[in-house]
């Protein structure tokens, strides 16, 4: 059914409403309309990485691993599981009379943030910190959850709309400040790409004000950029009780009837939230029109014909038994394995069976389930740990020793660990003492890094503090290395980690983000090399907060690959394989659209087949206001047998050869540009570590 059919049947419907029927369809619990055979509806779903917070389903890797496996077909393959498993259990739930929360087929996914601070406790919900990856890796995801039959297979979400990255404990009245020139450069591009290029079906507004505006009713944003020059049709929504913001905390209005007109007046069609049921309270004062709500109205009921609730359709025979099928969980495991960024091998990696009687396995993420899923996450029917991986892999060959030796953060005041959680120090020693390989398992969950609000968070809101790990993780980290055993560190968190310590120290370095319910099983795989480590740092590893400016100061300068001016522990784009990969030439042509077509050649001088990362970055050489540094513009992942050459062919778009002015304008200002091809970044630190570099070849538009 295509948009303008499904819009005129939802004129037809909601013509015959009443206004305080209409009214009630504007929340996001929208009761039933019985007289006219409309059944109730909660908008509120969730499927960052999976269907969530509605029983089981298949959980992938959290969202910011997905994007470390800088794979647009993995990306789409997993939308397209999501709209499956969504609408498998919709059809039972709905058969049932089952409406309630998480229960519909409007996803409230992704989030295409731009994670610019490595503190924001959300940012492993995003694709990271580039607009060009964000936007590279939301699209295909989109289209999978929507598809593009007769029906919607499922609505997806662009979230948060659209200055937004902490910090958290603040969000509910901060305000956002963005040049002209960051919104066009940094934070509007992936918005843009979803309404553009994906069809988003729906835009979620943020919490916080954006330049004095609340995101939840700004003119700029909802109607200059959103509606007015992108050309969305789909609906908006607030997040959830951010319209009670407008009156408790920016104060920018009074009343909660004030709030009302506000959001509404501005396009915000859909209040997740309690300040919608005060609709009727405006509409009586005069301070809203009907019209108004007849405009929302319509634009909610014509996602729900796109999406065939009215009708019969093929997508109402999915069966229940796709959920957590066996098709489903092996692209689970594809999307670990493809995530796991390897930041250290000194040959240690990967392991043998044969060399080892015994390993150790320390660390309080080791044996933790919510290491394994992060947040936003449904359930799964089975999970595995790294300790659990890799007892079950060398079952039988090898004894694995295990000590959960400190618990995941708490200490008290003295900075001690906390006596009602006792450390295991001595034990975590002694485990490595009787160890020939020892497995540091260290990191985070969303306790540690999340939403403000969360449930057991260590602040109150889920930012970091730093960029350490938590005390006793450190205390235990250090007390294993002098040990003097091999050790191999694996950090799982979503986020970047001052991991100096283990790169000075430690023999192998693996970051496996949140990993999905049964990582446990692919970390266990890449560490004996059945798979090889390939996902490349979606983020740029830090050595020290001090390194950057105020976490409150949404200035770009400084921050991310793409304006960063210091050294780096592990850059973005960066990741080892157990292959050698390198790319020997590139070969640019320009086409007289302005785009041009690249192709690289890449070889794998190794001993081991690997995936790898082909990476194109472009740089403006002339015009003073460009992005200081080369942008990625451009990646293909690809597989190479031990001594094999591919060539590889990237399409690169007009616009990465864009600059963008103070005033927010975008054009081509130069005409040369130079164009890197690497298996990284073109920077000193990457080079140094991957012991590769790019190749450069310069051109003129």
Known sequence: MNRETARKRAEELVSKMTVEEKASQLKFDAPAIDRLGIPAYNWWNEALHGVARAGTATMFPQAIGLAAAFDTELMECIGEIIALEGRAKYNEQSKREDRDIYKGLTFWAPNVNIFRDPRWGRGHETYGEDPYLTSSLAVPFIKGIQGDGEYMKAAACAKHFAVHSGPEGERHFFNAVASKKDLEETYLPAFEACVKEAGVESVMGAYNRTNGEPCCAHEELMNGYLRGKWGFEGHYLSDCWAVKDFHENHKVTKAPEESVKMALEMGCDLNCGCTYQKIMNAYRAGMIEESTLTTSCVRLFTTRFLLGL????????????????????????????????????????????????????????????????????????????????????????????????????????????????????????????????????????????????????????????????????????????????????????????????AEDRADAILQTWYPGARGGVDVAKALFGETSPS???????????????????????????????????????????????????????????????????????????????????????????????????????????????????????????????????????????????????????????????????????
């Open 310 to 501: 009215f009708d019969e359709t093929e997508l109402d025979k999915i069966p229940y038994t796709v959920v957590e099928c066996d098709e489903h969980l092996e692209v689970a495991h594809r999307a670990a394995a493809e995530s796991m960024v390897l930041l250290k091998n000194n040959g240690l990696l990967p392991l043998s069976k044969a060399d080892y009687k015994t390993i150790g396995v320390i660390g309080p993420n080791a044996n933790s389930r919510s290491a394994l899923v992060g947040n936003y996450h449904g359930t799964s029917s089975r999970y595995v740990t790294v300790l659990e991986g890799i007892q079950d892999y060398v079952a039988g060959d090898v004894r694995v020793m295990y000590s959960e030796g400190c618990d995941l953060w708490k200490e008290n005041v003295s900075g001690l660990a906390d006596p009602n959680k006792p450390d295991r120090l001595s034990e975590a020693k002694t485990v490595a003492d009787y160890s020939d390989l020892v497995v540091v398992v260290v990191g985070l969950d969303e306790t540690l890094e999340g939403e403000e609000g969360d449930t057991g968070n260590q602040f109150a809101s889920g930012d970091k503090i730093d960029l350490n790990l938590p005390l006793p993780q450190r205390q235990l980290l250090k007390a294993v290395l002098d040990c003097g055993k091999p050790t191999v560190v694996i950090n799982m968190s979503g986020s970047a980690i001052n991991l100096s310590m």
């Open 535 to 701: 996902g490349k740092l979606p983020v740029t590893f830090y050595k020290s907060e001090a390194d950057l400016p105020d976490f409150k100061d949404y200035s770009m300068q400084n921050r991310t690959y793409r304006y960063f001016m210091g050294e780096t522990l592990y850059p973005f784009g960066y990741g080892l394989t157990y292959g050698d990969c390198e790319v020997s030439a590139v070969d640019v042509s320009v086409n007289a659209d302005g785009s041009a077509d690249v192709k690289v050649k890449i070889s794998n001088k190794g001993k081991v087949t690997t995936d790898e990362v082909v990476q194109v970055y472009v740089q403006d050489v002339e015009y003073e206001k460009a992005i200081p540094n080369p942008c990625l513009c451009g990646f293909k992942r690809v597989n190479l047998s031990a001594g094999e050459e591919k060539e590889v062919e990237l399409h690169i778009a007009k616009r990465a050869f864009t600059s963008v002015d103070e005033d927010g304008n975008r054009d081509v200002f130069s005409k040369t540009f130079k164009i890197y091809a690497g298996t990284s970044q073109p920077d000193e630190r990457s080079e140094k570590l991957t012991g590769h570099k790019c190749v450069m070849k310069e051109i003129s538009l």
